[in-house]
């Protein structure tokens, strides 16, 4: 089964993603994860999509339907979760696009709801590791040495649009742009909500219920 997981930023929707990667075997394909390898690796799409990033902006949609489209048509037969995508109407429109020219499809578009008040702290005490991308909070799960990823012992550090103000855009770019998906994959009979707050393990089970 093939699945959208859609929220709000920090919503949770790499967490479980990681989870569901681990324990169902499927791939896990996030724009946020693709172009944040883009930049690493020093690319010219890297380098277009870093300006609106690290100001929180959404990366133009052109950018970000190519990058999506040479993903797709290589997948083969393993279940895969987009993450971060589709996060405006035109990606929606052109993703069944995509999906129909390769064949694949999507059984439902999973939203995880969380409380925009509780998304700037989830945000704000974010880690990662710049090595393995593995992810921590200061609070909820920190790593076991302070700076050190328990997985891979890379460097955990905080993502440049983790910054409160950035948060603020990038809060204000999901209401604008990506909360109206909800009607859209209503409308497909796609769509599923899925309470977002508890423990990561909590969601995750409602989540799973809905795979099922
Ligand atoms: P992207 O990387 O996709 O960022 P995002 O959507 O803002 O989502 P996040 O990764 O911030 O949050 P998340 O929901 O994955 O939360 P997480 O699980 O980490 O995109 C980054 C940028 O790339 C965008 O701003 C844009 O510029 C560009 N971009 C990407 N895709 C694009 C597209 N399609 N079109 C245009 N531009 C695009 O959790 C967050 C924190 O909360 C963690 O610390 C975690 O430990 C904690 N947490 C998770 N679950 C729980 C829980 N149940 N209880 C308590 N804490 C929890």
Same mark, same amino acid.
């Given at each position: 089964m093939n699945i959208i997981l859609f929220g709000a930023p920090g919503a949770g929707k790499g967490t479980q993603s990681a989870l569901l990667v681990e324990r169902r075997n499927m791939r896990h394909i996030s724009t946020g994860d693709l172009f944040r $390898?883009?930049?690493?690796? %020093?690319?010219?799409?890297?380098?277009? *999509?870093?300006?609106?990033? /690290? $100001?929180?902006?959404?990366? @133009?949609? +052109?950018?970000?339907?190519g990058m999506v489209e /040479?993903?797709?048509?290589?997948? %083969?037969?393993?279940?895969?979760?987009? /993450? %971060?995508? @589709?996060?405006? $109407? @035109?990606? *929606? +429109? *052109?993703?069944? *696009?995509?999906?129909?020219?390769?064949?694949?499809?999507?059984?439902? $578009?999973?939203?995880?709801e969380v409380p925009t008040e509780r998304l700037m702290a989830r945000l704000t005490g974010r880690r990662v590791c710049s090595s393995c991308g593995a992810s921590y909070h200061i609070e909820a799960k920190p790593p076991q040495r302070a700076g050190i990823c328990d997985l891979c012992g890379g460097i955990v550090d905080q993502r440049p649009d983790d910054q409160e103000s950035v948060i603020r855009t990038r809060l204000e770019a999901y209401e604008k742009s990506t909360a109206p998906l909800k009607s859209y994959f209503t409308g497909k009979g796609q769509f599923v909500a899925v309470p977002g707050l508890g423990s990561t393990e909590d969601v995750y089970k409602q989540l799973v219920s809905h795979l099922d």
């Open positions: $390898a883009h930049v690493k690796q %020093g690319t010219r799409l890297g380098t277009e *999509a870093k300006t609106y990033m /690290d $100001a929180g902006k959404l990366v @133009p949609d +052109e950018i970000v339907l /040479d993903v797709l048509k290589e997948l %083969g037969s393993q279940s895969f979760i987009l /993450d %971060g995508f @589709p996060r405006t $109407a @035109p990606q *929606a +429109e *052109a993703l069944e *696009a995509m999906l129909k020219n390769y064949d694949l499809s999507i059984s439902k $578009a999973l939203f995880l």
